[in-house]
Each structure stands twice: as structure tokens, then as C-alpha cells.
């Protein structure tokens, strides 16, 4: 079997921290923490770096390992199947949707850690360069006073925020395999500078109170790209940098697992979602 | 067993589901909403989809927007699509009504745009006609009105209404569509007061609001003796510092259509300068007593300065001219004696 380079798995370590920020992510650190946002990040980046060394020794828990990789199966699948399903596919039955991402999970688990990861380097160049194309184009519509503070300090809301920042930029970690040999801080600092940096891109675009009234303002400020008015609408586009770290994610977290029991947590999901989607839907959003 | 499996996917799960074609949907370039008798009235500027230049209207009324909408495309045969929506005008009668609705329509649904400006048009169908008669799409002439920098337009996009709308300590402002011999004009905006029209601003009362907001738009001053000062750009700063807010523009242009002034007399134009300072000084102090008076604060005064009402705020003018000589001539041609 190929070995795992080094760069393959820094791109995965830098992909990883983000997929837990689609929709309910983003929308709980800017409710929480409003133009401080800033603040809980960078408060975040230090909590999760301490995280980081706990998930170290955590990773190597076999039963810890398995148990985070069926939680983040489960709420990645439900995260990008709403996601899909609310900007894409709006008219396409949810349940089609998450049968096609199942089938994707199916024939990743197929192959070996090796192809993830190697796919994962190809999809970290992809989301580098939409990357920058945003910034680029978002970066002259930052209004300066939207970061001004509207929302009063609340140290206790601010703590929240970056602990849910630590988390969800951490927790993906735990499905990696040889976690505790081949991690790297700076990877995981660079991972959340980007994710600062994009942050940053929605309150200065949209300000506070626009940003946390969107499921997903990651996708709105996409809207606002406009390069003389020929390259309008590439919103879709663009938003596929989040779809292909959940891939990763994906990817990553079904190949821990069993291909017994992954197919019958699969199977599982897809009966629970069928039965009860409106009731989760209710529930969730 | 794989090649059977493989053979499915191809068939079954390949392209979109529900696909449509691009000439099965209609975009939509501009949208009226009008209330009236307790029912939405809305006319949608449909653009032709093989010609450029060619547009037509539909309209349709309803208890709703939506059921206006569904009115308004019963006998159409295609799927309206918001995508590419430049303008929406808002009548003053559902702007004070159900502002709220229609900015919750407009948000919720990922087929609108979200880089469509929005005005308040009482004639709406007027307006899209005069346009559409010049085999012009309205929705396209009004977006490039907007960014035309030699008229002081308001130019408010869905995201800045929704944030000033979201936010408390803002209150809305909307530009106004008059029609004046068949021409659109946007000379007025209109303030708001608890989500209500209160008060209308002229163009002059424009052109400070941009100048305040650091909208870079063309702003002139006519002093008595018919000495013209035009700006090529200003900076605004507002700070609130010992319970007063400082107002403090910089404005940065060049004399021009004078006829008896010399450039090279510097006393003359130092004196100049301080008129055109007076002169805006007391046009500023004007405007900002207005808004201070209707207690709407479209500018976000109270941001500033955390107080809640407006007529409790305490103010100071501080305006720097600065001149700079972009034009292409040393000497006045007019009457140098």
C-alpha cells in the first residue's frame, strides 16, 4: 500500500477544521458573540490548540475514535444534505440527495485511506483557489463600520463562542489516522486564520444583524460578487469549497469504521431520515 | 454485481432532477409591489430571452405577494426566476404597510438576488412603460442611473436596507422615483421613523447624506456671486467625544465658472474658501437639524453615541476645504478686471 506524504496529509489537517461551521456553526459564534466575534475566534484558536493535545492521546482510543466518527457522519450527512437541499437542489426530495451522498460514502469506503487522502490534496489546491478568488473580489466590499460594536461585551457569551469555535475546528481531528505523530500546529493555525479570514469576509459584508439572520451567510456574501457585471451568480461555484471538506470529512470518518457496520449505520440513517425528516427539520431549524 | 450497480447510478442519478432549461425560465429585471385595499398588487418586467434589449410586463394581484406573483404568471408558461433582478420598487403605501413581508419574501427565497437596489415608486407602471417604450430593460437603465456618480443618488441594496432595518440604532432610508415629463427621476429619498415614512429629503439633503455616509458621489456648491465649487472627492469623520458628536467633513474640489476671480490671488481665494465653508457649514447644520427634529437617524447617530433619541444629541460642525487645481487652465477666460 502507498504510503500517506507529508503534504497529503497537511492538506487534510488544513481541510478538516471547517466542515462543522456549515450552517449551524457559523450562525452560533455570530448570534453569541456579534462584532466580537474576532475576539471568540482568536480565543478559539487558543482553546482549540490545547484541545488539540488532548485529542492526541484521544485519538488513540479506538472506542473514542469510532464513537466521534459515527457522530460526525451522522451531522455532516444531515448539515450537507439541508445545505444541497436549501441552495442547490430546492425542488429534489432531501431523501435523493442523501441517498447520492450515502452511495458517495459507500464507494469512498471501498477504497483505502490513501486514495481519501490523495483526493483530499487535489480538493485542497480546488478550495485554495476559490479561496483567494474570494477574498479578492469580497475583500473591496467591506464596509469598516459593520465591525463596529453594536452588541454589548458579554464575557460569558464571547467563552461560549470560542469554546463552540475549539470544538468544531477540533473535533474532526479525532478521526485521523496516526493523529498523535503527524500533526502539525501551524497547519491547524493556517486552517483557522482562513477560517478567521472568512469570518471577517461576513460581518464586514453584511454586518451583524444581516449575518445572523442566514442559515448559511458563507453562501450569501458569494451573491455579492459582481466583477464588471459579466461574472455574476458564481455563488454555486464558489460554495463548493465547503461541499468538498465535508467530502473529506466524510471521506476520512467512514473509513474508521467497519464496512459491516458502516452499511448498517447507513442503512440506519436513511430509514430514520425517511421516517422522521419533517420532524428533524422542525426540530433543528 | 459492481458494473449492474454502476450502470444504475448512470441512469438514475446523473443530472438534476426537475432540470430546466435556461429558455423555460423567465428572468425577472424589475418588480413593483404596490398595496392597496388590503391586496398586493406587483408587476414584473419579464426580460426576453433571445433579445437583448426587449422586455415585457405581467401583473397580478393577490392577498399575498406570492398569490400576486401566482396571478400574475397563471396564463405564462415559463418559471419566473429572480436571479438577475436589478431593481424593486416599493409603493409609499406597502412601504409603510408591509415592508416587513416583503423584505422576509425577498430574503427567504435563494432564487432572488442580492444585488438588487430598491426604490419607493408610487407610479410603478408608468415608470417600467416610459422605459420599455425606448426598447430599453428598465431594470438595466435603473441599475446604471444608480451607479451614475454625476447625480446624488441614494443607493440602498437589499443588504444595507436589511442591516439598517435589522439594526435599532439605524433608521431606513429609500430613494424616490419621480417621473417629470415622462423622464424618471430620482430626485428625493424618503426617511423613516419606527419603520414609517416621516419625512422626504430634497437632492441637496441627498447629496449631504452621501457626503456624510463617504458615498463618492459629485457634490457642488453656488456661492452668491455664482463661484462654483465642485468636489473630486471627500472623507467624513464622526466621533462622539465629551457627549458631543463632531461632524468633521473633508471635502476636496476645485473653483469653476468663475468670472472675476484671479487663481493667482491667494488672499482672494483664502476668502473664497471660507465662504464655501460657511456655506456648507450652514447647509450640514440645516440637514442634520431636520433629522435631529423627525428623530430618524439614517445615519446611525445613535451607533455613536448610544443615545436613544435623537433630540438629546448635542453637535459640533467642523468642515476642512481643500482645493486642488485638476483643471486645465492657469487663468479665468471670464472677466479678470
Not at chain 1, 100 to 127: G, P
Not at chain 1, 203 to 212: C, F, K, N, R, Y
Not at chain 2, 134 to 150: H, V
Amino acid at each position: 500500500m502507498k504510503r500517506i506524504t507529508k503534504h497529503e496529509y497537511n492538506s487534510v489537517i488544513f481541510l478538516l477544521p471547517r466542515p462543522l461551521f456549515l450552517g449551524l456553526g457559523i450562525y452560533r459564534i455570530i448570534h453569541l458573540s456579534g462584532s466580537y466575534f474576532w475576539l471568540s475566534i482568536i480565543l478559539g484558536i487558543l482553546f482549540g490548540l490545547f484541545l488539540n493535545i488532548i485529542f492526541k492521546k484521544l485519538a488513540d482510543i479506538k472506542l473514542i475514535k469510532k464513537s466521534i466518527s459515527i457522530i460526525l457522519l451522522i451531522y455532516c450527512l444531515y448539515t450537507l444534505t439541508s445545505a444541497v437541499s436549501t441552495l442547490y437542489l430546492n425542488i429534489t426530495p432531501k431523501i435523493i440527495i442523501l441517498i447520492t451522498l450515502l452511495l458517495m460514502i459507500i464507494y469512498s469506503r471501498m477504497k483505502s485511506k490513501t486514495t481519501i487522502f490523495k483526493v483530499a490534496n487535489i480538493l485542497f489546491i480546488i478550495s485554495i483557489g476559490l479561496f483567494i478568488f474570494t477574498l479578492l473580489t469580497l475583500f473591496p466590499l467591506i464596509d469598516i463600520t459593520n465591525f463596529t460594536s453594536e452588541n454589548s461585551f458579554i464575557l460569558k457569551n464571547i467563552l461560549i463562542a470560542s469554546l463552540y469555535f475549539a470544538f468544531l475546528s477540533t473535533l474532526p481531528y479525532i478521526t485521523l489516522p496516526d493523529f498523535k505523530e503527524k500533526y502539525n500546529h501551524k497547519i491547524y493555525l493556517l486552517s483557522c486564520i482562513y477560517t478567521l479570514l472568512l469570518f471577517t469576509l461576513i460581518i464586514g459584508i453584511l454586518g451583524v444583524p444581516v449575518a445572523s439572520i442566514y442559515k448559511y451567510p458563507e453562501y450569501i456574501i458569494y451573491k455579492k460578487i459582481s466583477i464588471l457585471n459579466i461574472i455574476e451568480n458564481v455563488q454555486n461555484i464558489l460554495f463548493m469549497s465547503w461541499i468538498f471538506e465535508s467530502f473529506t470529512i466524510l471521506g476520512i470518518a467512514s473509513n474508521n469504521l467497519n464496512k459491516k457496520i458502516l452499511l448498517f449505520i447507513l442503512i440506519a440513517i436513511l430509514i430514520i431520515y425517511s421516517l422522521l425528516i419533517t420532524r428533524i427539520n422542525n426540530i433543528i431549524f | 454485481m459492481k458494473k449492474i450497480i454502476l450502470v444504475f447510478i448512470i441512469f438514475l442519478l446523473s443530472g438534476c432532477f426537475n432540470y430546466k432549461e435556461v429558455s423555460d425560465l423567465a428572468f425577472i429585471s424589475g418588480f413593483g409591489i404596490d398595496y392597496l385595499n388590503d391586496n398586493f398588487h406587483i408587476i414584473l418586467e419579464v426580460q426576453e430571452n433571445d433579445e437583448e434589449t426587449s422586455s415585457y410586463l405581467l401583473e397580478g394581484s393577490g392577498r399575498t405577494i406570492e398569490s400576486a406573483i401566482q396571478n400574475a404568471s397563471l396564463s405564462f408558461n415559463k418559471n419566473l426566476y429572480f436571479i438577475n433582478l436589478d431593481i424593486l420598487l416599493i409603493s409609499s403605501e406597502a412601504a409603510n404597510k408591509k415592508l416587513p413581508n416583503i423584505l422576509d419574501y425577498v430574503t427567504r427565497d435563494n432564487n432572488f438576488s442580492f444585488n438588487f437596489n430598491i426604490a419607493i415608486c408610487d407610479n410603478q407602471k408608468h415608470a417600467m412603460e416610459n422605459i420599455l417604450n425606448k426598447k430599453e430593460i428598465f431594470g438595466r437603465y435603473i441599475n446604471s442611473l444608480f451607479k451614475n456618480t454625476d447625480t446624488n443618488v441614494i443607493n440602498i441594496k437589499l443588504d444595507k436596507l436589511l442591516n439598517h432595518y435589522l439594526n435599532d440604532k439605524y433608521d431606513i432610508i429609500l430613494p424616490v422615483f419621480n417621473i417629470i415629463e415622462d423622464n424618471i427621476i430620482i430626485n428625493e429619498a424618503v426617511i423613516f421613523k419606527n419603520k414609517q415614512i416621516i419625512d422626504t429629503l430634497n437632492e441637496r439633503e441627498m447629496a449631504l447624506y452621501n457626503i456624510l455616509n463617504n458615498n463618492q458621489k459629485d457634490y457642488y456648491l453656488t456661492l452668491e456671486n455664482n463661484i462654483v465649487f465642485r468636489t473630486s472627492h471627500y472623507y467624513t469623520t464622526i466621533i462622539f467625544k465629551k457627549n458631543t458628536l463632531y461632524i468633521m467633513p473633508t471635502l476636496t474640489g476645485t473653483f469653476m465658472e468663475f468670472e472675476s476671480l484671479e487663481l493667482n490671488n491667494e488672499s482672494k481665494i483664502k476668502e473664497i474658501t471660507n465662504k464655501v465653508n460657511e456655506e456648507f457649514n450652514s447647509e450640514l447644520d440645516t440637514f442634520i437639524k431636520k433629522i435631529i427634529q423627525n428623530n430618524s437617524d439614517p445615519l446611525g447617530f445613535k451607533r455613536l453615541t448610544k443615545i436613544k433619541d435623537l433630540p438629546n444629541i448635542k453637535y459640533h460642525i467642523n468642515t476642512k476645504i481643500m482645493l486642488e487645481n485638476k483643471s486645465l487652465i492657469f487663468k479665468s477666460v471670464g472677466d479678470n478686471s
